[in-house]
Nanobody, 126 residues
Framework: VQLQASGGGLAQAGGSLRLSCAAS????????TGWFRQAPGKEREFVAT????????YYAGSVKGRFTISRDNAKNTVYLQMNSLKPEDTAVYCC????????????????????WGQGTLVTVSS
Protein backbone atom coordinates (compact mmCIF):
# COMPACT_ATOMS: atom_id res chain seq x y z
CA VAL A 1 0.00 0.00 0.00
CA GLN A 2 1.34 3.38 -1.01
CA LEU A 3 0.06 6.58 0.60
CA GLN A 4 0.37 10.16 -0.58
CA ALA A 5 -0.68 13.02 1.68
CA SER A 6 -1.49 16.46 0.31
CA GLY A 7 -3.37 19.63 1.11
CA GLY A 8 -1.09 21.24 3.64
CA GLY A 9 -0.30 24.91 3.59
CA LEU A 10 -0.54 28.13 5.51
CA ALA A 11 -3.70 29.09 7.36
CA GLN A 12 -4.63 31.75 9.86
CA ALA A 13 -5.84 30.88 13.32
CA GLY A 14 -9.53 30.10 13.13
CA GLY A 15 -9.23 29.06 9.52
CA SER A 16 -9.63 25.71 7.80
CA LEU A 17 -7.67 23.28 5.68
CA ARG A 18 -8.50 19.88 4.24
CA LEU A 19 -5.86 17.23 3.93
CA SER A 20 -6.11 14.27 1.58
CA CYS A 21 -4.47 10.86 1.76
CA ALA A 22 -4.58 8.98 -1.51
CA ALA A 23 -3.90 5.25 -1.36
CA SER A 24 -2.76 2.93 -4.12
CA UNK A 25 -1.67 -0.67 -4.37
CA UNK A 26 -3.30 -3.37 -2.24
CA UNK A 27 -5.87 -1.04 -0.75
CA UNK A 28 -8.45 -3.80 -0.23
CA UNK A 29 -6.30 -5.21 2.55
CA UNK A 30 -6.42 -1.94 4.46
CA UNK A 31 -8.59 -1.99 7.56
CA UNK A 32 -7.97 1.52 8.86
CA THR A 33 -6.28 4.77 7.92
CA GLY A 34 -5.07 7.30 10.41
CA TRP A 35 -3.51 10.74 10.59
CA PHE A 36 -0.55 11.58 12.78
CA ARG A 37 1.35 14.82 13.20
CA GLN A 38 4.75 15.91 14.40
CA ALA A 39 5.51 19.45 15.47
CA PRO A 40 9.06 20.79 15.56
CA GLY A 41 10.92 19.44 18.55
CA LYS A 42 8.05 17.19 19.59
CA GLU A 43 7.22 13.53 19.25
CA ARG A 44 4.77 12.26 16.67
CA GLU A 45 1.23 12.17 17.96
CA PHE A 46 -2.01 10.56 16.92
CA VAL A 47 -4.66 12.81 15.40
CA ALA A 48 -7.52 10.69 14.07
CA THR A 49 -8.32 7.35 12.50
CA UNK A 50 -11.13 5.76 10.51
CA UNK A 51 -11.95 2.18 9.63
CA UNK A 52 -12.57 0.89 6.11
CA UNK A 53 -16.32 1.42 6.20
CA UNK A 54 -16.14 4.86 7.77
CA UNK A 55 -18.40 3.77 10.61
CA UNK A 56 -15.76 3.87 13.32
CA UNK A 57 -13.72 7.01 13.89
CA TYR A 58 -11.52 8.09 16.78
CA TYR A 59 -9.90 11.42 17.56
CA ALA A 60 -7.26 12.82 19.83
CA GLY A 61 -8.74 14.99 22.53
CA SER A 62 -6.88 18.04 21.27
CA VAL A 63 -8.67 17.96 17.91
CA LYS A 64 -12.06 16.48 18.77
CA GLY A 65 -14.85 18.78 17.69
CA ARG A 66 -12.58 20.69 15.32
CA PHE A 67 -11.26 18.02 12.96
CA THR A 68 -13.29 15.49 10.98
CA ILE A 69 -11.90 12.39 9.31
CA SER A 70 -13.78 10.83 6.41
CA ARG A 71 -13.16 8.58 3.44
CA ASP A 72 -14.24 8.04 -0.13
CA ASN A 73 -13.53 4.40 -0.96
CA ALA A 74 -14.36 4.94 -4.64
CA LYS A 75 -11.39 7.30 -4.76
CA ASN A 76 -9.25 5.37 -2.24
CA THR A 77 -8.85 8.62 -0.37
CA VAL A 78 -9.12 9.59 3.27
CA TYR A 79 -9.67 13.21 4.22
CA LEU A 80 -8.97 15.27 7.31
CA GLN A 81 -11.08 18.41 7.49
CA MET A 82 -9.47 20.79 9.95
CA ASN A 83 -11.54 23.69 11.22
CA SER A 84 -10.93 26.31 13.91
CA LEU A 85 -7.22 25.87 13.45
CA LYS A 86 -4.87 26.95 16.20
CA PRO A 87 -1.16 27.81 16.07
CA GLU A 88 -0.49 24.64 18.09
CA ASP A 89 -1.85 22.61 15.16
CA THR A 90 1.27 23.55 13.23
CA ALA A 91 3.03 20.32 12.30
CA VAL A 92 3.90 17.91 9.54
CA TYR A 93 0.85 15.70 9.05
CA CYS A 94 1.18 12.22 7.63
CA CYS A 95 -1.26 9.44 6.98
CA UNK A 96 -0.80 5.80 7.81
CA UNK A 97 -2.68 2.62 6.96
CA UNK A 98 -3.17 -0.61 8.84
CA UNK A 99 -3.74 -4.08 7.43
CA UNK A 100 -3.74 -5.59 10.90
CA UNK A 101 -7.45 -6.04 11.28
CA UNK A 102 -10.06 -4.45 13.55
CA UNK A 103 -9.12 -1.64 15.91
CA UNK A 104 -7.29 -2.85 18.97
CA UNK A 105 -7.13 -0.85 22.16
CA UNK A 106 -3.92 0.73 20.88
CA UNK A 107 -5.50 2.17 17.70
CA UNK A 108 -3.75 5.47 18.42
CA UNK A 109 -0.33 3.89 18.56
CA UNK A 110 2.09 3.93 15.67
CA UNK A 111 2.62 0.18 15.94
CA UNK A 112 -0.90 -0.55 14.66
CA UNK A 113 -0.11 1.10 11.32
CA UNK A 114 2.24 -0.72 8.97
CA UNK A 115 2.19 1.61 5.96
CA TRP A 116 3.17 5.27 6.10
CA GLY A 117 3.06 8.09 3.61
CA GLN A 118 5.11 11.23 3.27
CA GLY A 119 4.02 14.21 5.30
CA THR A 120 2.42 17.48 4.37
CA LEU A 121 3.23 20.65 6.29
CA VAL A 122 0.48 22.63 7.98
CA THR A 123 1.39 26.04 9.36
CA VAL A 124 -1.12 28.05 11.36
CA SER A 125 -0.33 31.68 12.03
CA SER A 126 -1.72 33.62 14.96
Amino acid sequence: VQLQASGGGLAQAGGSLRLSCAASGRTRSTYATGWFRQAPGKEREFVATINWSGVNTYYAGSVKGRFTISRDNAKNTVYLQMNSLKPEDTAVYCCAASTMGPFPQYYSGSSYYNYWGQGTLVTVSS
